[in-house]
């Protein structure tokens, strides 16, 4: 199956605009997915089809995609941001995830 | 409001069976796939299932496949995860999603999450 490389850790002061990236072959035909995962919380979706906002995301969460790279854009990074972000994707019938970046607010 | 709630986890020996239930409120459950995602300790995400709304046809992580079911019950507004053979890799937290799209394909994003279920293999 196919795979999703997200770097590990992403670190950026408040206010700030963050940038998390997410590679993998299928993204070239394929809708990347965003999930954000709060420390002790379960996933939340907040960006679909590359860059479409579910309803209730704010809109410092942006979602760009430029051939096999997918990046989630958080302008304006607040404390509350803090968490793990998972980018997703299919391959055929398989769900892939990628591994996760956790991003600190220093 | 819209919610899922998992239940059925637990620990249990290496070999034995388990069966999750993912119970739907709030939402027009026949009209949705649903996926389980689980989430090994300190580990990310890893796609297990999904079904479709109408039930006719599944798939399966390469991990559970031939191990694991999926299926679902529209009258009770519930899915479940039949878990067989199990191993000490399939301890993790199980998650069921909701589909985004209704009548869709099956194989869209995740919009809803349970608060996830506990599995623990141990002997």
């Known amino acids: 199956s196919s795979e999703l490389t997200q770097a590990p850790s992403v670190s950026v002061s408040p206010g700030q605009t963050a940038s998390i990236t997410c590679s993998g072959d299928?993204?070239?035909?394929?809708?990347a997915s965003w999930y954000q995962q709060k420390p002790g919380q379960s996933p939340v979706l907040i960006i679909f089809q590359d860059r479409k906002r579910p309803s209730g995301i704010p809109e410092r969460f942006s979602g760009s995609k430029s051939g096999n790279i997918a990046t989630l854009t958080i302008s304006g990074t607040q404390a509350m941001d803090v968490a793990d972000y998972y980018c997703q994707a299919w391959d055929s019938s398989t769900a892939v995830f990628g591994g996760g970046t956790k991003l600190t607010v220093l | 409001q819209v919610q899922l709630v998992e239940s059925g986890g637990g620990v249990v020996q290496p070999g034995r069976s388990l069966r999750l239930s993912c119970a739907a409120s709030?939402?027009?459950?026949?009209?949705?796939?649903m996926h389980w995602v689980r989430q090994a300790p300190g580990k990310g995400l890893e796609w297990v299932a999904v079904i479709s709304y109408d039930g006719s046809y599944k798939y399966y992580g390469d991990s559970v496949k031939g191990r694991f079911a999926i299926s679902r019950d529209s009258s009770k507004n519930t899915v479940f995860l039949q878990m067989n053979s199990l191993s000490a890799e399939d301890t993790a937290v199980y998650y069921c999603?909701?589909?985004?799209?209704?009548?869709?394909?099956?194989?869209?994003?995740?919009?809803?999450w349970g608060q996830g279920t506990m599995v623990t293999i141990s002997p």
């Open positions: 999603a909701r589909d985004r799209v209704p009548y869709g394909s099956g194989l869209d994003a995740f919009d809803i």
């Open positions: 709030g939402l027009t459950f026949s009209s949705y796939g």
């Open positions: 299928k993204l070239g035909n394929e809708f």
